[in-house]
């Protein structure tokens, strides 16, 4: 139990550093660029999550699941499009749907997200035991 606790404070740590990127580069990217919102998650969400690959691989999870590093790349490029996907359903249907503003969808769009990475790449990257 003490080894999860730590794994969510290193993966909250890691989330919150991946925030402050892809939330920073939105907003740059749209107020500063002018590109539109859309593009500029698309945008954001790709650096975010090269960052957190890396961070996740060498400092949150003891990737130890017997795949190659080309399947855990592969698994963690699908798992983000799928969690990209998540964010831009979310992002969509706030904005444009219920018409708030696209900072504040981005938080609720970014926790949801978060729950989902970590549920999957925990799953994916670790043996089944719990030390």
Known sequence: M???INQIFKFGIVGI?????DYGLM???TEVLGIY???STVIS???????NY???????????NGKSQTANIVFFIVFSIIGLGINQVIMWCGVDGLH?????????????VMVFNFITR??????GDTQ
């Open 2 to 4: 003490r080894r999860l």
């Open 17 to 21: 550093t991946a925030f402050l990127i």
């Open 27 to 29: 907003v740059f990217c």
């Open 37 to 39: 919102y859309l593009w």
């Open 45 to 51: 969400f790709t650096v975010s999550v090269i960052f």
């Open 54 to 64: 890396f961070a996740s691989i060498r400092w949150v999870f003891q990737v130890d």
């Open 100 to 112: 708030i503003s696209y900072l504040i969808v981005k938080l609720f769009a970014t926790a949801i």
């Open 122 to 127: 925990k799953m994916y990257f670790e043996k």
